[in-house]
């Protein structure tokens, strides 16, 4: 048995701000409809489901008990992750690894548009003794861990605005993309400010969006039609206490990394990794991110941004699609809608945004505040 595995299906609906037509089981029927097309099978040839979501953005417990349906999983095999997106393709991952099954669906959906107050749902995740009673709130903890990080990398706030720029600017080619628009770094910089260094345009703003990959063996990726490789994959869930983190570094992104490159082989990734989808829910991440993924050396991300070097046309092209920023945050679904996006890259078919170089590319997940949890996906062709 080989231990190769690969995504051989992928299906999304479009991000939008809001979805009135559709509900999330729609969405997510249309996402596996479309996953099980690409990848030549019946939802009756998968040997198991996993659903990755979140009781609390939900608002209803157990919620894979409304996921089967539209699944095709009725009487199957079907667990949640309550968790990361890429934590539910490792899980996929093992299962065929471990020879439990040959195809596995991931499924991630979010209706972000029935959720009154985000910042509410997210405070129930701070620790309820320490953290809570002094009113930490998730905007504010990503400022402070933004003004760190540019303090101990002596990044220029120009840059983050730039990765606005760019991101938003790159979905205008992406016909899946919510949120693109054509801005100056003057805009970003005098948009109104959410907290201290952190500006609005800087915030990824939230979607509504279902995603489904079917991830196969070998034997079954041979039988799809366009099969990309799995090399490596990492996750790490590190400190979620506010007084036990390191502010100015993505730690869970180097230690996912390094599990990544290992696995895949990869040595020198700043010059083996061609392209990158890589978690931009607050514009300063995606530099943090780079930093840690090695793909830029500390303090350079920002530099390698101001110069070009990470649009489409760079040495290192950084969320082609748009990202987050520009295609919109879909919570746990934003991990799955970047691999997705990796995907249609490494196999050629990312139409006006199709990349020169995209044989090897690298997915850098992150679950949002207050967790340090994320993932890394090395994929390639």
Request: proline content about 6%; overall charge negative.
């Amino acid at each position: 048995m080989s231990d190769r595995v690969a995504v051989v299906g992928v299906g999304v609906t479009p991000p939008r701000r809001l979805s009135p037509d559709a509900s999330y089981r729609e969405m997510t029927f249309d996402a596996a409809s479309r996953a099980y097309a690409d990848a030549g099978v019946l939802h009756t040839d998968v040997d198991s489901f996993i659903s990755v979501c979140e009781d609390f953005h939900e608002g209803t417990s157990i919620t894979d008990e409304y996921t089967p349906d539209q699944l095709g999983a009725v009487l199957r095999p079907v667990q949640t992750i309550a968790g990361d997106g890429i934590q539910g393709l490792a899980t996929a991952f093992m299962l065929i690894r471990s020879g439990i099954a040959d195809l596995v669906a991931v499924e991630a959906h979010c209706k972000t548009s029935n959720i009154l107050r985000h910042h509410e749902v997210l405070d129930l995740a701070f620790d309820p003794t320490f953290e809570r009673p002094v009113g930490a709130v998730a905007h504010a903890v990503a400022a402070m861990e933004m003004r760190r990080f540019l303090h101990d990398t002596k990044t220029p706030e120009e840059a983050v605005a730039q990765v606005v720029v760019k991101n938003r600017g790159q979905a205008l080619a992406n016909p899946l993309a919510a949120f693109a628009a054509r801005l100056t770094p003057g805009a970003v910089l005098t948009s109104p400010p959410v907290a201290e260094p952190l500006r609005e345009l800087e915030v990824s703003p939230y979607a509504d969006g279902a995603a489904v990959l079917v991830l196969g063996s070998e034997d079954a990726a041979r039988r799809a039609p366009k099969p990309v490789w799995i090399r490596g994959i990492g996750w790490i869930s590190d400190s979620p206490w506010l007084a036990s983190r390191d502010w100015g570094r993505a730690a869970y992104a180097k230690l996912a990394a390094e599990m990544a490159y290992a696995m895949a082989g990869v040595g020198a990734p700043a010059s083996e990794i061609e392209f990158a989808e890589i978690d931009d829910t607050y514009a300063y991440k995606e530099l943090q991110h780079l930093e840690a993924a090695g793909l830029a050396p500390e303090g350079g991300a920002g530099r390698m941004t101001l110069e070009g070097k990470t649009g489409p046309r760079g040495a290192l092209p950084v969320n082609a699609s748009g990202g987050s920023l520009g295609m919109g945050y879909c919570y746990d679904a934003t991990a799955l809608y970047r691999t997705a996006e990796a995907v249609r890259q490494i196999r050629g078919e990312a139409g006006r945004l199709q990349l020169e170089r995209a044989a090897t590319g690298l997915v850098i997940s992150w679950r949002g505040i207050p967790t340090q949890t994320g993932g890394a996906l090395v994929l390639g062709a």
